[in-house]
């Protein structure tokens, strides 16, 4: 391992591109928060999802964690429109038809209560009449868009999208906003993978 590389998580908030360049003055950029040179983003969040983001300039790694053949982790906390029943659960479970793919099975659960997260900005759609759930999707692919198009396809919209892992690396009490370098115990199990 040469120690001009660098690793480190970020926790991206809503509305931050997942790229240091700005393409328009509408949304902010990782450069907004990010003052080190020369990282790049491992996968992407889309402009509307929350959450864990992994940069380094370890092409290398990068490669195996976007490769699908590597089939890494992630999970993300899923905020949708009504209550999915079990019959949802088990479709996103085994794999739903988005587009002209089907997705791998996934590992998915109903939470039990509303995850520790903040309010985001801007808050979510309300709707007085509607409830609103939260899932746990554990998924070992990434695809453009793939878990609002999973949920979508079995009738519970996505509201929300917080990405709270990707292997063993969690947001952890990373504030939303900021971002710190791994610890040597998570490079040496990122190495590992």
């Known amino acids: 391992m040469t120690s001009s590389f660098r690793y480190l998580i970020f926790?991206?908030?809503?509305?931050?591109l997942s790229q240091f360049t700005q393409e328009?003055?509408?949304?902010?950029?990782?450069?907004?928060?990010?003052?080190?040179?020369?990282?790049?983003?491992?996968?992407?969040?889309?402009?509307?999802?929350?959450?864990?983001?992994?940069?380094?300039?370890?092409?290398?790694?990068?490669?195996?964690l976007c490769d699908p053949r590597f089939a890494h982790q992630r999970t993300y906390w899923v905020q949708v429109e009504r209550i999915p029943d079990a019959d949802a659960i088990t479709k996103?479970?085994?794999?739903?038809?988005?587009?002209?793919?089907?997705?791998?099975?996934?590992q998915v659960r109903l939470l039990p209560k509303d995850p520790p997260v903040g309010d985001r900005n801007?808050?979510?759609?309300?709707?007085k009449n509607v409830p609103t759930a939260w899932l746990e999707m554990?998924?070992?692919?990434?695809?453009?868009?793939?878990?609002?198009?999973?949920?979508?396809?079995v009738?519970?919209?996505t509201l929300r999208l917080?990405?709270?892992?990707?292997a063993h690396l969690c947001l952890d009490g990373l504030q939303l906003g900021q971002w710190r370098n791994l610890t040597a115990s998570e490079l040496k199990l990122l190495h590992h993978l």
């Open 24 to 64: 328009t003055p509408k949304h902010s950029t990782l450069k907004d928060y990010i003052d080190v040179p020369d990282v790049y983003p491992v996968g992407r969040l889309d402009w509307d999802s929350e959450g864990l983001l992994l940069l380094t300039n370890d092409g290398k790694l990068q490669h195996r």
């Open 138 to 153: 554990t998924l070992t692919e990434g695809k453009n868009r793939q878990v609002r198009r999973m949920t979508a396809a």
């Open 162 to 166: 917080i990405r709270v892992s990707i």
């Open 11 to 16: 926790h991206k908030p809503y509305g931050v």
């Open 92 to 106: 996103l479970q085994t794999g739903v038809e988005i587009q002209d793919y089907r997705t791998r099975p996934a």
């Open 122 to 127: 801007p808050p979510i759609r309300f709707r």
């Open 155 to 157: 009738g519970f919209p």
